[in-house]
């Protein structure tokens, strides 16, 4: 089956790898998002999925936007989508014979929209899982061919889940198309009286409320780490937690408590211990190392 595949994250790229791993699929093109700058000094950094294209030498174009794209068919007969980011006109998604098919991390109609995984670790989800659908002009509205459900472990971080479910991903599509190729599968119109929806996330959503309880919180590092990671105010500078676990201990909200070079910080119903932190401005340190500069102003302070 000769494919054009449209993918830009470390997701698609697993998904891109697990299409070349199998000789049912022929990837004939490749397209993705154009270079991004990132970091301080904005260098522009090419997506994981144009990485692995260049690797195996596939051809590939990167479109700022597909609104008015010329898209040359190549005889594809599917076209397969997987964390794409742009939005895909009507013209491009019914050009091949068996229309485009994405694979989404999340059973929907639940979160329909940017974030699913990230969502699912924030609302504290145990369940997860993958939808294997074909593509509507709506945001993840069209018929679904396949699910997968998937557990998801209460100490799972972003990575770890996205990671996880890309594998699973690779194999819903494994069992997906040649069933529905051969009519096997009959793509399946989504409940609409279930659907929610999730929003894409910028940096404000790492800022921490230490009202909130441990879990909660907790769940907001496991979401959102390492981007956009979550971070408070401590002394008028802008401090990450790149590391955190729950902890027993009964602290007021907000504050600071040193014991045994370990550093807490409470929470509404209990504490935090932080375990890699870094401050704005400074490298990414242990709390311990961290503590033999800053132990002092730490005492009895708070964050915010």
């Not at 089956?1 to 998904?15: D, E, L």
């Not at 594809?76 to 050009?95: C, D, H, N, T």
Request: with cysteine.
């Amino acid at each position: 089956m000769k494919v054009i595949f449209f993918g830009t994250h470390t997701f698609a790229a697993a998904i891109l790898q697990g299409l070349l791993n199998n000789p049912f699929f022929e990837v004939s093109f490749v397209i993705t998002q154009p270079d991004r700058a990132v970091g301080r000094k904005q260098e522009l950094q090419a997506s994981p999925v144009k990485l692995l294209a260049q690797k195996h030498s596939l051809p590939i174009d990167q479109p700022e936007s597909l609104k008015n794209y010329e898209l040359k068919n190549q005889n594809s007969k599917l076209f397969i989508v997987a964390q794409y980011g742009l939005l895909i006109p009507k013209y491009i998604l019914e050009a091949p014979k068996y229309g485009t098919i994405n694979v989404h991390t999340s059973l929907l109609p639940k979160y329909r929209g940017a974030s699913p995984i990230q969502s699912a670790l924030l609302h504290g989800d145990t369940k997860t899982g993958l939808t294997v659908m074909l593509m509507d002009e709506g945001m993840d509205s069209g018929p679904i061919l396949l699910q997968k459900k998937i557990d998801i472990d209460p100490h799972e971080t972003y990575l770890e889940l996205d990671e996880r479910m890309a594998h699973a991903g690779v194999e819903a599509l494994y069992e997906a198309i040649p069933k529905y190729i051969s009519g096997e599968l009959t793509p399946q119109p989504q409940d609409e009286t279930q659907v929610t929806f999730c929003k894409k996330l910028s940096r404000d959503e790492g800022k921490i409320d230490w009202n909130k309880t441990t879990l909660e919180i907790y769940n907001q590092y496991r979401g959102l780490t390492p981007w956009p990671g979550i971070w408070t105010w401590w002394d008028g500078k802008r401090l990450k937690l790149l590391h955190i676990k729950p902890s027993t201990k009964k602290i007021v909200a907000g504050k600071v408590l040193v014991e045994h070079d370990i550093l807490y910080v409470g929470t509404s119903d209990s504490a935090l211990e932080i375990v890699v932190l870094q401050l704005e401005g400074k490298p990414a340190m242990n709390a311990n190392i961290f503590l033999q500069g800053y132990s002092t102003k730490l005492h009895e302070s708070k964050f915010d």
